[in-house]
């Protein structure tokens, strides 16, 4: 695979040049959905990122235990970024409301495992 590199080298550069930060993911979120967030929010966190992570649908009681620190919230309309990263999200469609919230980003980063990803 010659273009990861490539790819990875540039999620890294806009990391570092973002100061605030969203994470969204997909609607009725599950185990890797919540995992991805609240992982990649510490990191970022860890870099001394603004960092907040947003999901349509509250998280279900078996999956609290991922997010001790309620780190999910429900989005809110009229908040810039400069980074947004979709996490476990095939599609636009899949974060749902979310997906309007966050127009408003200089870079927009997609990191997800589904094949049916649409780019
Ligand atoms: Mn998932």
């Known amino acids: 695979m010659k273009t ?37 929010a510490l990191a970022l966190q860890g870099l001394g990122k603004r960092v907040i992570c947003w ?7 078996k999956y609290r235990f991922l997010d001790p620190d309620r780190l999910i919230q429900k989005p809110k309309p009229g908040l810039e970024f400069d980074c947004v990263i979709a996490t476990d999200a095939a599609s636009l469609d899949r974060v749902g409301a979310v997906a309007k919230c966050v127009a408003n980003r200089k870079l927009f980063i997609n990191i997800d495992h589904h094949e ?4």
């Open 4 to 40: 990861h590199p490539k790819i990875i080298d540039r999620i890294i550069d806009g990391i570092l040049q973002s100061r605030t930060f969203c994470i969204i993911s997909h609607i009725r979120p599950d185990g890797d959905c919540v995992g991805s967030q609240v992982g990649l």
């Open 55 to 61: 999901n349509e649908d509250s998280i279900p009681d």
């Open 116 to 119: 049916s990803n649409t780019r």
